[in-house]
């Protein structure tokens, strides 16, 4: 918008509050220029050089002098606000349409920015024990931003927050998802160990565990990953929860998070939650993603009726929709990939959506929350053939010890 039409906006009472200050700034620059000027003519006009004409010319002159000077002001202020507003409206907006955009709001309800649910994605299946819970960020301009979300800790409620200013062209030099946030690096070495042949139920390692688990008081609770001696696909994980529905109805053992393998080599960790964790209930396009959120299918299971056999099929049916979704979601938003979680390469969520749709989704281990005696019966009945011990609780009360501190 020209310094014209922002000044008759002014003028006439209909300028925002934002275009009233950029006008009369530069009115009051203009103002500024122009006393300057004519001071400088009041002291020629005293100083006698080359003056010979009588008091009445000079102060025509001047004010002759004083009219073009504020005309010339003028111009230089609108030229000034004008490409202060194109810079601000125009080219800020373009280089911002280069970079990834966590404000924006593309892909869900219109309250929340795509930054939340990139992030839910992202923590849903990289990131097994947190979720993020709230998104707040900030344009800097220029595709700059400045992002920080809250998280919660599944096992103790406790909030975490993590800030950084987003560069453009700085992306996926430094991932958001790193092996702190991420963990579970020993059920991949389980994993590794069990592709090697060797057994893992005879470790001295895993025996020395389950010692340590039978001199536990009954009241702690733990944040253990367990290995299983065979692939399970997501209806055999659900069955095998309803097999420990006792256990689990008391809040002695609760499934937390599938571990999937998502690659040949399968190096890295990726997975699913497998019930509602305090969150957000963020859901992008139902129609492209039909179960982003997990209690989607809480929520269709209570329209349906089900036996308690056909709840199990469902949930494990369910769960592999929720899986697929979050990875197709991902496999399409490369770019906030690489904004957020690291280099998209590293990651290759479209050869993890490739890899899954080939071979299908078999779940090796999984995080449950549990009361050393559920896990020890989960050992005796040959249900996991490693485990390894995260973090223990006095009980399911209290605040968290971590064990390798």
């Known amino acids: 918008m020209m310094f014209r039409e922002l000044l008759e906006k002014y003028k006439n009472g ?12 530069e009115l009051e620059k203009s103002e500024a220029i122009a006393d300057y000027l004519a001071e400088g003519l009041d002291a020629l006009e005293w100083s006698g050089e080359a003056l010979d004409t009588s008091g009445a010319e000079v102060k025509k002159v001047k004010r002759a002098v004083n009219r073009r000077l504020r005309g010339a002001a003028l111009w230089a202020a609108a030229i000034v606000l004008a490409v202060v507003l194109a810079a601000r409206f125009v080219v800020d907006p373009l280089v911002s349409s280069f970079y990834y955009q966590p404000n924006a709001q593309t892909v869900g309800q219109e309250e929340y920015g795509d930054a939340l649910y990139d ?3 992202l923590y849903s299946l990289l990131v097994p024990g947190q979720t993020v819970t709230e998104v707040q960020t900030r344009d800097q301009g220029f595709g700059r931003y400045a992002l920080t979300y809250q998280t919660e800790d599944w096992l103790t409620g406790e909030t975490g927050q993590v ?22 690096f020993d059920l991949l070495t389980m994993e590794a160990i069990a592709e090697e042949g060797r057994g ?5 390692y895993s025996q020395e ?47 937390r998070w599938a571990a999937v393998q998502a690659a040949e080599d399968n190096q ?35 329209e349906r009726g ?14 592999k929709r929720h899986f697929m979704t979050l990875l197709s979601y991902l496999a399409d938003r490369p770019e906030a990939v690489e904004a957020l979680g690291g280099s998209a390469d590293s990651l290759d969520l479209q050869g993890a959506l490739d890899y899954v749709t080939e071979h299908g989704v078999q779940i090796y281990g999984a995080l449950v ?9 989960m050992w005796e009945d040959g249900v996991i053939d490693g485990l390894s011990i995260q973090r223990v609780l006095p009980s399911r009360y209290s605040g968290s010890t971590d064990l390798r501190q």
């Open 163 to 184: 800030s950084r200013t987003m560069l453009p062209g700085e992306y996926g030099t430094v991932g958001w998802i790193t092996p702190t946030t991420q963990g579970g």
């Open 14 to 25: 209909t300028a925002t509050q934002e275009e009233r200050a950029l006008v009369e700034a």
């Open 306 to 319: 089900f036996t308690e056999e056909s709840a199990v099929q469902f949930e494990g049916s369910a769960a």
């Open 268 to 302: 890295r960790l990726m997975g699913y939650q497998t019930q509602d964790c305090p969150c957000l209930e963020a859901r992008p396009d139902q129609e492209r993603y039909p179960m982003f959120s997990y209690t989607q299918m809480w929520e269709e299971m209570a």
């Open 369 to 377: 929350y549990a009361q050393p005696s559920a896990l020890l019966r």
């Open 200 to 204: 893992l139920s005879g470790s001295d």
């Open 209 to 255: 565990l389950v010692d340590y688990l039978s001199q536990l008081p009954e009241t702690s609770y733990l944040a253990v990953w367990v290995h299983f001696p065979e692939r399970l696909n997501p209806i055999g994980f659900a069955q095998l929860e309803a097999a420990y529905n006792s256990y689990c109805a008391r809040g002695i053992l609760s499934f």
């Open 119 to 121: 992030l839910t994605a």
